[in-house]
């Protein structure tokens, strides 16, 4: 039986690989200070987005979501299928201990609306039942899916749990590039094909 996402261990931010030079020297950043220090390299972000981002006040956080697979990463693979991804995950404990937010549904979602509350708030906000059916036809299943963690800029690289790479090529990039800027690094790194084929 598959593990309900109410359980899971992490949260998952979806980057560019060719992003990840700046991240390991700044950290992990929000959008608006990535672009203040010019490190933002391969930028996916949505307009729209990003306005109801600011509106909701949540601009200056990072966002993670819930699990790998959602509409958002779905989207980002299509149409930047020359580009390659990793994803960076955090501990869930890591963001319960550091006080991160949740935002209950997609910052566009009408249904549910979203909110922005406390971490512990968040979860017992969220609709799991419609997150678990991951029905991205259904309105409601598709914007609780992608609910968010709200972290606090900037995570650090020694706060990153796992980045997972779609293949040999892409960990032995990262790993090389982890030494020479960070030294030694702490998180792991593992390979998972999936990544480079996410299709929703």
């Not at 987005?49 to 909701?56: D, P, S, T």
């Not at 006040?57 to 979501?65: E, N, Q, R, S, T």
């Amino acid at each position: 039986m598959a593990k309900r996402i109410q359980d899971g261990k992490l949260f998952y931010h979806v980057t560019a690989l060719e992003n990840l030079e700046g991240i390991f020297t700044h950290g992990l950043l929000s959008r608006p200070a990535a672009l203040k220090k010019e490190i933002l390299k391969a930028d996916v972000a949505d307009q729209e987005i990003i306005e109801k981002r600011e509106a909701l006040g949540i601009l200056d956080y990072v966002p993670f979501h819930f699990f790998e697979k959602t509409a958002f990463t779905g989207a980002v693979y299509k149409n930047y299928k020359d580009t390659t991804f990793c994803v960076i995950t955090i501990l869930r404990d890591f963001a319960k201990n550091n006080d991160f937010k949740i935002c209950t549904a997609h910052p566009l979602s009408k249904n549910p609306k979203p909110e922005v509350l406390t971490y512990n708030e968040g979860l017992e906000s969220i609709d799991w039942k419609a997150m678990e059916s991951r029905d991205y036809h259904d309105e409601k299943s598709k914007n609780a899916c992608m609910a968010e963690c709200l972290a606090i800029s900037p995570v650090s690289p020694a706060d990153f749990a796992i980045i997972f790479v779609p293949d040999e090529n892409t960990y032995k990039d990262i790993d090389k590039l982890a030494s020479n800027v960070i030294g030694n690094y702490l998180f792991d790194i593992k390979i998972n094909p999936y990544f480079s084929k996410v299709r929703i």
